[in-house]
């Protein structure tokens, strides 16, 4: 059973910081590459960033380039997402989630939902003006 466990949520004030986590079953994405959506209320879960199996190639979406990144990590069962100078339209939900088609980022299924196959619950992200 692939799980996965989003945290580092929170309540920041705008041009403030948060480090997400996303921790998964050891062993069952190692291999695969991973991706981060955020839902927020009444709209559609959207693309935010990617990152491939061996964390050397990673995209971000137009809106959060050059505030986030997804750093390399050492243990092989985490990833995050570090999120600065964030804004209040970055309000939403955060998931991570399992590319279900392998280890690379391939256009365009790593930017959609359907290109992923385990999700984690998510983690709430709020952002005061």
């Known amino acids: 059973q692939v799980q996965l466990v989003e945290s580092g949520g929170g309540l920041v004030q705008a041009g403030g910081s948060l480090r997400l986590s996303c921790v998964h079953s050891e062993g069952s994405t190692s291999t695969y590459a991973m991706g981060w959506f955020r839902q927020a209320p009444g709209k559609e879960r959207t693309f935010v960033a990617a990152i491939n199996w061996s964390g050397s190639v990673t995209d971000y979406t137009d809106s959060v380039k050059g505030r986030f990144t997804i750093p390399r990590t050492v243990a092989k069962n985490t990833e995050h997402l570090q999120m600065n100078s964030l804004q209040p339209e970055d309000t939403a939900v955060y998931y991570c989630?399992?590319?279900?088609?392998?280890?690379?980022?391939?256009?365009?299924?790593?930017?959609?939902?359907?290109?992923?196959?385990?999700w984690g619950r998510g983690t709430q992200v709020t952002v005061s003006s």
């Open positions: 989630a399992r590319n279900k088609y392998g280890g690379s980022l391939l256009r365009p299924g790593y930017l959609s939902v359907l290109g992923y196959d385990y």
